[in-house]
C-alpha cells in the first residue's frame, strides 16, 4: 500500500455527479466483474461523501482508519465522510456502489436520514454482516434505484429519496442490532449531540467543560449523562476521538510527530507523546513503526 511522504497533504475526493443520470446528488453503479482500477484509490484518501457498496464477490483487503477488512461475499460496507480509506490493489468486483452527497442530506425533505444511526456512525463502522433475507431486500432496494436512476424526469428525485429512505432505514437497523446502539431518548440524543460537536470541534476542544458550553451545559450535566448513556466518561469520547485522528496521520502520512501534535492542537509535542502512550500504550513513534510492519 502506498503511503504519503514528507508534506503531502491526505487528499478529499469529491463528489461527482453523473450528468446523464439526471441526479446530481445521487449516484449508483453497478460492476459485473470490472477491474476497479482508480489510482488515486490505491492513496490513502478521504471522501466527501457517503459512500454504501454491496459486495456480491470482490477479492481482496482494503483499509479504514488503520483497520484491515477482508472483503467477504453478499455483505455490505459502508463509510462516512470523516473516515481515511485506502485500497491495496484493483482487483475485479461484482459489486454495487451507492454514493450520495452531503448537500443530499441538507435538503428539507431528507432531513429524517440525517438522524440515523448508519448516517450518524456513532461506532465508527462500515461493515454490516448480512443474512440470506438481508441479502434479498438490499438487491431489491438496490435494483428499484437503479431503475429510478436511468429514468430521468419530474419525479426522479422524489422516487430516489423514497427508495432511499427504505434502504437507509433498514441499513440502519441492521447498524443498531450488530453495533449495540442504545434505543433513542432525551439523554440519548444528549449523548448523540456531544459526540457531533466533538466531531466538529476535537482538534480545537479537548475538554468537557468547553462542549459543555458549547450545549448550554453544566460540565458536570453532561458528564453524568454521558456516562449513564455510553458507560464511560465525557472526557474518554473526546480523548479516543483524538487518538483515533491521530492514529489516521501516524498511520497514512509521513508527518512529524511536531506537525500532528499540532494539527490536533496540541501545543507541545512532548505532551502529546505522552497523552497518546497513556491513551494507548505506545508512543506515537512505536505506533507508526509497529502498524507498519504489516506491509513489510
Given at each position: 500500500m502506498?503511503?504519503?511522504?514528507?508534506?503531502?497533504?491526505?487528499p478529499?475526493?469529491?463528489?461527482?455527479p453523473d450528468?446523464a443520470?439526471?441526479?446530481?446528488?445521487?449516484?449508483?453503479v453497478?460492476?459485473?466483474?470490472?477491474?476497479?482500477?482508480e489510482?488515486?484509490?490505491?492513496?490513502?484518501?478521504?471522501?466527501a461523501?457517503y459512500?454504501?457498496?454491496f459486495?456480491?464477490?470482490?477479492p481482496?483487503?482494503?483499509w479504514?482508519?488503520?483497520?484491515p477488512?477482508v472483503?467477504?461475499?453478499?455483505t455490505?460496507?459502508?463509510?462516512?465522510?470523516?473516515?481515511?480509506?485506502v485500497k491495496?490493489?484493483?482487483?475485479?468486483?461484482?459489486?454495487t456502489h451507492?454514493?450520495?452527497?452531503e448537500?443530499?442530506l441538507?435538503?428539507?425533505?431528507?432531513a429524517a436520514?440525517?438522524t440515523?444511526?448508519l448516517i450518524q456512525?456513532?461506532?465508527?463502522g462500515h461493515?454490516l454482516n448480512?443474512?440470506?433475507?438481508?441479502?434479498?431486500?438490499?438487491?431489491e432496494?438496490?435494483l428499484?434505484l437503479?431503475a429510478e436512476?436511468?429514468?430521468?424526469?419530474?419525479?426522479q428525485?422524489r422516487?430516489?429519496?423514497a427508495?432511499l429512505?427504505?434502504?437507509?432505514t433498514?441499513?440502519?437497523?441492521?447498524?443498531?442490532e450488530?453495533?449495540?446502539?442504545?434505543?433513542p431518548s432525551?439523554?440519548?440524543?444528549?449523548?448523540?449531540t456531544?459526540?457531533?460537536?466533538?466531531?466538529e470541534?476535537?482538534?480545537?476542544r479537548h475538554?468537557?467543560?468547553a462542549y459543555?458550553e458549547?450545549?448550554?451545559?453544566?460540565a458536570?450535566?453532561?458528564?453524568e449523562v454521558?456516562?449513564?448513556?455510553?458507560g464511560?466518561?465525557?472526557?474518554k469520547?473526546?480523548?479516543?476521538?483524538?487518538?483515533?485522528e491521530?492514529?489516521?496521520l501516524?498511520f497514512?502520512t509521513?508527518d512529524?510527530?511536531?506537525?500532528?501534535?499540532?494539527s490536533?492542537g496540541f501545543?507541545d509535542?512532548?505532551y502529546f507523546n505522552?497523552f497518546?502512550?497513556?491513551?494507548?500504550g505506545?508512543t506515537?513513534?512505536?505506533y507508526?513503526?509497529?502498524a507498519?510492519?504489516m506491509?513489510?
Amino acid at each position: 500500500m502506498n503511503m504519503f511522504h514528507g508534506q503531502q497533504l491526505v487528499p478529499v475526493h469529491p463528489f461527482k455527479p453523473d450528468e446523464a443520470s439526471g441526479s446530481k446528488l445521487l449516484t449508483i453503479v453497478r460492476s459485473e466483474g470490472e477491474l476497479a482500477y482508480e489510482a488515486d484509490m490505491l492513496l490513502p484518501h478521504r471522501k466527501a461523501y457517503y459512500l454504501l457498496v454491496f459486495v456480491r464477490h470482490s477479492p481482496g483487503c482494503h483499509w479504514v482508519d488503520a483497520m484491515p477488512y477482508v472483503r467477504q461475499d453478499n455483505t455490505l460496507y459502508f463509510t462516512v465522510p470523516r473516515q481515511m480509506l485506502v485500497k491495496e490493489e484493483a482487483v475485479p468486483s461484482w459489486s454495487t456502489h451507492l454514493t450520495f452527497s452531503e448537500e443530499f442530506l441538507a435538503l428539507q425533505q431528507n432531513a429524517a436520514l440525517r438522524t440515523l444511526p448508519l448516517i450518524q456512525n456513532p461506532h465508527n463502522g462500515h461493515q454490516l454482516n448480512l443474512t440470506a433475507a438481508d441479502t434479498a431486500f438490499i438487491e431489491e432496494q438496490l435494483l428499484k434505484l437503479e431503475a429510478e436512476y436511468r429514468r430521468p424526469g419530474e419525479w426522479q428525485h422524489r422516487m430516489l429519496s423514497a427508495h432511499l429512505t427504505v434502504l437507509l432505514t433498514y441499513l440502519s437497523r441492521l447498524y443498531t442490532e450488530q453495533y449495540a446502539s442504545q434505543a433513542p431518548s432525551a439523554d440519548h440524543l444528549l449523548l448523540r449531540t456531544f459526540r457531533a460537536k466533538i466531531e466538529e470541534c476535537f482538534r480545537e476542544r479537548h475538554e468537557v467543560g468547553a462542549y459543555a458550553e458549547l450545549l448550554h451545559l453544566s460540565a458536570g450535566h453532561l458528564s453524568e449523562v454521558v456516562k449513564a448513556q455510553s458507560g464511560k466518561p465525557a472526557i474518554k469520547h473526546i480523548h479516543e476521538r483524538l487518538v483515533l485522528e491521530a492514529r489516521r496521520l501516524l498511520f497514512y502520512t509521513s508527518d512529524s510527530l511536531k506537525e500532528i501534535a499540532f494539527s490536533l492542537g496540541f501545543a507541545d509535542a512532548s505532551y502529546f507523546n505522552r497523552f497518546f502512550k497513556r491513551e494507548t500504550g505506545r508512543t506515537p513513534a512505536e505506533y507508526r513503526s509497529s502498524a507498519r510492519k504489516m506491509y513489510q
